[in-house]
């Protein structure tokens, strides 16, 4: 790694000139990705922010094995990540609102997906220094305080994701066994301990297997979902739903679905691991990275928001707000209540599969963030311990832990909606939405896209995203 001193002490005073007479455009910034470009880049990277175990496993991540997932593969992890929370739980709280509040975050989602990851993807797939991760990238260029605060930020951002999906699938599997099975409720610490446990120890199997686990969930889970969407047509009923009135303004419905909108889409734990990976496929290239990166997440976007908000439709019109509401009061996905509320063995069968593999694929996606996470804080909080294990070991222990909490968490039942709007609103919100555009202006690497239209649009909806969170949290209503 660079580190300015020495023969790159020229080079890091170089960038800080740059730097410091870049006020108002790129106009003054070498050309992006060139050799001159990527060496004042690689300037502002210092190596002492780091600790010895981060400097250990940049170094195994750059001399890894060929990459572990194609262009599709990739896809399909990210639709995955994202997926889950999208159709669980989104249904619920958008069509709550009414019809003119669900079309016009039915227009927003688009961009706000693509170029809200697209940005944050770019830490990593933009860096001239292979092999950090995005946190890494962060604490290499704004110093250990800082490095440590977003990681705090980035795994209250993943973690508790994973505590939903394990709060989820007990549920589902209960609502399941009484309900289509006609069976008794399973002891929940049983019902937990065995959902929660098969799920980690699935992923513990490693990168390649989870990726592999994920596509064969994910291809017949895109065509049920579609087949879902399609069977609910019959049922939809405009005039109900748009007669409906809900007891806030429109805009002010917007305004809170946006929170919920963050985290539905949410395939941020993912990405980080995903631009490295494309960086051993492209072998370095930083330019060839980024563009790469970029194709797949416009890829992502695209089938997430369709077969999502298609989805999301129609539910919304065979359902009805008030279906929304009875949903969200049972603390159930909206597919457990419309398996249990319609008298077709296909909707009784149909839904609990669908919800079982989106869950299960979300987990996986969201564990891969809070592994990287949990080993950045813990080689940060104990680097002699860190440094001493193995990288292998070192997974064991965050599996476990997730293990323990999400079982005990499950056990709990605590309301899913309340900490989505709490994960969403604020730490994705932060990281996804701020914290890219931030970086973008301090680092030479990201600032010709410091100033470019889709980071504004971002960053600017992102401050609006997280005061409308605060200001709901405040106001009693989360």
Known sequence: MSTPSGN???????????????TGGNGELPEQFGDEHLEMGRAEF??????????????EQREGDEPDGSFMRWVITLFGTGVGAGILFLPINAG??????????????????????????RIVSASPEKGLDVLQVITALTGRKRGFASAVLYWLGIYPTVLIYGISITNTLDSFIVNQLGGESVNR???????????????????????????????P??????????????????????????????????????PVLVFSFS????????????QKKMDGDVEATEREVGKVELVTAILLVTFTMFFVWSCALSLGAEGMDAANE??????SYLANETDTAFMAWMSPIVAICAIITSYFGHLLGTEEGTGYLIRVAAPGFASRISSNALRWIVNIFVFVTAVLVAVA??????????????????????????????????????????????????????????????????
């Open 189 to 219: 610490w049983v019902l937990a301990s065995a959902a929660v446990g098969v799920m980690t120890g699935a992923y513990a199997l490693g990168k390649k297997v989870t990726l592999w686990l994920a596509n064969i969930l994910v291809y």
């Open 413 to 478: 039942n605590p309301s899913i909606l309340d900490m989505i709007s709490v994960v969403g609103g604020i730490f994705v919100a932060f990281l996804v939405y701020i914290m890219p555009g931030l970086l973008f202006n301090k680092a030479i690497a990201f600032k010709h896209y410091a100033r470019r239209p889709d980071t504004i649009f971002v960053f600017a909806l992102g401050l609006v995203i997280m005061g409308v969170t605060v200001w709901n949290i405040a106001a009693g209503r989360s």
């Open 8 to 22: 790159s002490a020229a080079a890091n005073q170089t960038a800080n000139q740059a730097a410091n007479s870049d």
């Open 221 to 258: 889970l895109i065509v049920a979902l579609a087949v879902v969407s399609f069977y609910l047509i019959p049922q939809w009923d405009f005039d109900s739903f748009r007669a409906y009135e809900s007891s806030m303004p429109i805009w002010q419905g917007v305004l809170l679905i946006l």
């Open 330 to 335: 049972q603390n159930v996905p909206v597919l």
């Open 46 to 59: 210092d190596k002492e922010n780091l600790s010895d175990a981060d400097i250990q496993q940049i170094q």
């Open 96 to 121: 709550s609102f009414g019809f003119w509040p669900l079309l016009i975050a039915t227009l927003l989602i688009g961009p706000m997906v693509f170029f809200s990851h697209r940005s944050y993807a």
């Open 267 to 278: 395939h941020m734990a993912a990405l980080s691991q995903f631009a490295l990976d494309v």
